[in-house]
């Protein structure tokens, strides 16, 4: 049995916490607000974000962070991508040297254009840092439905650690050492489901879903490899099936703020209406500043942008894209030498 802590009670944290206390470790959740613990205490379920989600009695919940750190064997950083610098900075002074600190959030910050851990390592520097992601929704996670993700780490010890305090019959986990491809891919498959879910907001039907989500895809792709991520990542759990379940589940909040936009609300309306965080809504801007370093040309992540950040109505973004400059799918893919003319 391992003693875990988990930071941050939203939705996702509490799923894992479920996780993990099933596979009979001492789990320990924190949250910054007061009010939130109370409810966890008084409830043990999460009745705002994971309704109907059981929490087992032998979870303990603190708003002392010191608390939720001190002794632990691992920590789980489960807190909103935009909380996760300052939420790592003030966990750093109670973190001994090598202990393991898991990021399971996703997404990159738009000012630095570092992955989560990343920042991680710049604010706690006597960590070990891994991450956990894949096609995952905490409402099917909390109600152990099968499920399979993915642990990164630098080394296969740490990945294999992280495998080892998961993984069970409904929770499958396999390692990769690939940790940027891993979070580029967890990161911007969130901008492509706000764009998923604004064609869905405009009545458009399944071609268009198809092709938002292969052509994103090729987009995600792109910047991530240039990056220094791997194919196999791109095209695995933590790439391609992360994309296809946040375009395409109800579950998705991406997906839901950006069908609203869809349907004329402005970004601030749909994020209030969603009432939780839209990752993608903070990676769209450090997608494109990435594109621009690295000189890649992300032409859905720019009409996602514009529609966030210039007021560009959904319908003129779809009519950018469907109007660009005639094109082969891959540049890669070489012609025959022939003599034949239409």
Not at 22 to 48: A, F, P
Not at 257 to 271: E, I, N
Not at 315 to 325: C, I, S
Request: proline share 4%.
């Amino acid at each position: 049995m391992a003693e875990i802590g988990i930071i941050g009670a939203g939705s996702w944290g509490t799923a894992l916490s479920v996780v993990l206390e099933k596979n009979g470790h001492q789990v320990t959740i924190w949250s910054v607000m007061d009010r939130e613990i109370r409810m966890l205490e008084d409830h043990h379920e999460h009745v705002e974000k994971l309704p109907g989600v059981r929490l087992a009695d032998t979870i303990r919940f603190t708003t002392d962070l010191k608390q939720a750190v001190n002794g632990m064997d691992a920590l789980v950083l489960a807190v909103p991508s935009m909380y996760t610098r300052e939420t790592a900075k003030q966990m750093s002074p109670f973190v001994t040297d090598g202990q393991l600190v898991i990021s399971v959030a996703k997404g990159i910050e738009d000012d630095t254009y570092l992955t989560l851990s990343q920042i991680i390592a710049q604010e706690i520097p006597q960590c070990v840092t891994a991450v956990l992601c894949g096609p995952s929704h905490a409402e099917e996670v909390g109600r152990g439905m099968p499920s399979v993700l993915v642990a990164g780490a630098k080394s296969r010890p740490v990945a294999e650690l992280v495998q080892h305090y998961f993984m069970n019959e409904a929770f499958r986990v396999y390692t990769s050492p690939d940790v940027t491809g891993m979070e580029l891919g967890a990161a911007l498959k969130n901008v492509i489901a706000l764009a998923a879910g604004m064609a869905d907001g405009l009545g458009y039907g399944d071609n268009t879903k198809a092709a938002l989500i292969t052509r994103g895809i090729n987009e995600v792709s792109r910047l991530a490899l240039a990056m220094g991520a791997r194919p196999e990542t791109l095209s695995g759990l933590t790439g391609t099936g992360d994309l296809i379940v946040t375009c395409a589940s109800v579950h998705s909040r991406n997906r839901k703020a950006g069908m609203l936009m869809g349907q004329g609300y402005t970004m601030a309306q749909a994020m209030a209406e969603v009432k939780m965080v839209v990752e993608g809504v903070y990676s769209a801007k450090a997608a494109i500043g990435l594109a621009k370093k690295y000189g890649v040309d992300l032409p859905v992540i720019e009409q996602v942008n514009a529609v966030l950040f210039e007021d560009r109505p959904v319908r003129e973004a779809v009519h950018e894209l469907m109007t660009r400059d005639k094109k082969a799918e891959s540049d890669e893919l070489a012609w025959e030498e022939t003599s034949e003319q239409p």
